[in-house]
T-cell receptor, first 116, second 111 residues
Framework: EAQVTQNPRYLITVTGKKLTVTCSQN?????MSWYRQDPGLGLRQIYYSMNVEVTDKGDVPEGYKVSRKEKRNFPLILESPSPNQTSLYFC???????????????FGNGTRLTVT | GENVEQHPSTLSVQEGDSAVIKCTYSDSASNYFPWYKQELGKRPQLIID?????GEKKDQRIAVTLNKTAKHFSLHITETQPEDSAVYFC??????????FGTGTQLKVEL
């Protein structure tokens, strides 16, 4: 089954304790992205990647890191989490190889992070 | 960069009525406009999309219209049902798949 898998689904941590949220897709998609969702603010892009070893900042990258060592994986790293990073996080992927231009994003099930 | 505004933020309709959600975008280079539905506690899922070379697209009870000159696009849901209750997000993108989302519309379909 084609899917984007995020882990964990729920995570409670304390300020300053490094954490990683994993994201994996099995659709051979070139494009992967991380979003955070906060009430009233919609989905805001954190980082994205157009292919292996190619990453770029989105609209709210401060406090986050990513890596794209393999095509299927795109982990989100919080080196020193703070309470303002408490949010719902979504990983998404899509194909870039299409004769119609943009292609739909496929989202993971989300990770609800609480930083105390 | 792109800026997408979405209205209304909440919408309540009676079952069987129509619902319309409107979005505007700022970047005239944007050429792809998807709509996502997010049910409570679940991930956003694509329900319909439209590209800039098309003015309208329909899929059963759902339709999207695009006015490139005015930089407006809208989602129309006809004959609404309780299962249409969800948060709906519009988005806009130029080349490279960088989607900018609206802030969402909470649609409630009342019996």
């Amino acid at each position: 089954e084609a899917q984007v898998t995020q882990n964990p689904r729920y995570l409670i941590t304390v300020t300053g304790k490094k954490l990683t949220v994993t994201c994996s897709q099995n659709m051979n998609h070139e494009y992967m992205s991380w979003y955070r969702q906060d009430p009233g603010l919609g989905l805001r892009q954190i980082y994205y990647s157009m292919n292996v070893e190619v990453t770029d900042k989105g609209d709210v990258p401060e406090g986050y890191k990513v890596s794209r060592k393999e095509k299927r994986n795109f982990p989100l790293i919080l080196e020193s989490p703070s309470p303002n990073q408490t949010s719902l996080y979504f990983c998404a992927s899509s194909s870039l190889v299409t004769d119609r231009g943009n292609s739909p994003l496929h989202f993971g099930n989300g990770t609800r992070l609480t930083v105390t | 960069g792109e800026n997408v505004e979405q209205h209304p933020s909440t919408l309540s309709v009676q079952e069987g009525d129509s619902a319309v959600i409107k979005c505007t975008y700022s970047d005239s280079a944007s050429n792809y406009f998807p709509w996502y539905k997010q049910e409570l506690g679940k991930r956003p899922q694509l329900i319909i999309d439209i590209r800039s070379n098309v003015g309208e697209k329909k899929d059963q009870r759902i339709a999207v219209t695009l006015n490139k000159t005015a930089k407006h696009f809208s989602l129309h849901i006809t004959e609404t049902q309780p299962e249409d209750s969800a948060v709906y997000f519009c988005a806009a993108a130029g080349g490279g798949n960088k989607l900018t989302f609206g802030t969402g519309t909470q649609l409630k379909v009342e019996l």
